[in-house]
T-cell receptor, first 114, second 113 residues
Framework: KAGVTQTPRYLIKTRGQQVTLSCSPI?????VSWYQQTPGQGLQFLFE???????NKGNFPGRFSGRQFSNSRSEMNVSTLELGDSALYLC?????????????FGQGTRLTVV | AQSVTQLDSQVPVFEEAPVELRCNYS??????LFWYVQYPNQGLQLLLK??????LVKGINGFEAEFNKSQTSFHLRKPSVHISDTAEYFC???????????FGTGTRLKVLA
């Protein structure tokens, strides 16, 4: 079966711009989580959605937002980009609870802010 | 608050030698424990997980880990490594009610010929 698809794979944006990243989960999966990976901070949890409802949110500023659609696809948006937002953004999908059923990660979107 | 400590940032080891990657966690509640592997320019892949039951957990690619509650550890082991095991390994903990992982900082395993 197809894996988790994240688009685009690479993105270069300018400070102050906004960006939208997309994640298509594995068919039948209703939970989608987002993580930010940087060399300095490692992997940090952004948010998790299940059936269009956000069940948890990490400790990120309000510039980071997300949503999930009825087909379980998810998007995250970062407004007013800062240099420090440069990172690999990973999406993971799972059937229900991502921590009792396996979470499958996409290859990520590498965002560079210049 | 939960936290995960991976004691070694880098581990070099010769091919066919055994390896142990160390992971300690802190939590005031029962947790689930995981090991993930990340190859260059890839996402994370689950190696193994501990939810309950036997404290020795076997995973993919010949890896295993042992949950030690008294020492709050979940070390990953492989008896004989291959060049293809070169990657970054992440230990993670999850509080079942929070729907998120807390990841360690990762250990870069480099297998030498």
């Amino acid at each position: 079966k197809a894996g988790v698809t994240q688009t685009p794979r690479y993105l270069i944006k300018t400070r102050g711009q906004q960006v939208t990243l997309s994640c298509s989960p594995i068919s039948g999966h209703r939970s989608v989580s987002w993580y930010q990976q940087t060399p300095g901070q490692g992997l940090q949890f952004l948010f998790e959605y299940f059936s269009e409802t956000q069940r948890n949110k990490g400790n990120f500023p309000g510039r980071f937002s997300g949503r999930q659609f009825s087909n379980s696809r998810s998007e995250m948006n970062v407004s007013t980009l800062e240099l420090g937002d440069s990172a690999l953004y990973l999406c993971a999908s799972s059937l229900d609870n991502p921590y009792t059923t396996e979470a499958f990660f996409g290859q990520g979107t590498r965002l560079t802010v210049v | 608050a939960q936290s995960v400590t991976q004691l070694d940032s880098q581990v070099p080891v010769f091919e066919e030698a055994p390896v142990e990657l160390r992971c300690n966690y802190s939590s005031s509640v029962s947790v689930y424990l995981f090991w993930y592997v990340q190859y260059p320019n890839q996402g994370l892949q689950l190696l193994l997980k501990y939810l309950s039951g036997s404290t020795l957990v076997k995973g993919i690619n010949g890896f295993e880990a042992e949950f030690n509650k008294s020492q709050t550890s979940f070390h990953l082991r492989k008896p004989s490594v291959h060049i293809s095991d070169t990657a970054e390994y992440f230990c993670a903990v999850s509080d079942p009610g929070t729907y998120k992982y807390i990841f360690g900082t990762g250990t870069r395993l480099k297998v030498l010929a």
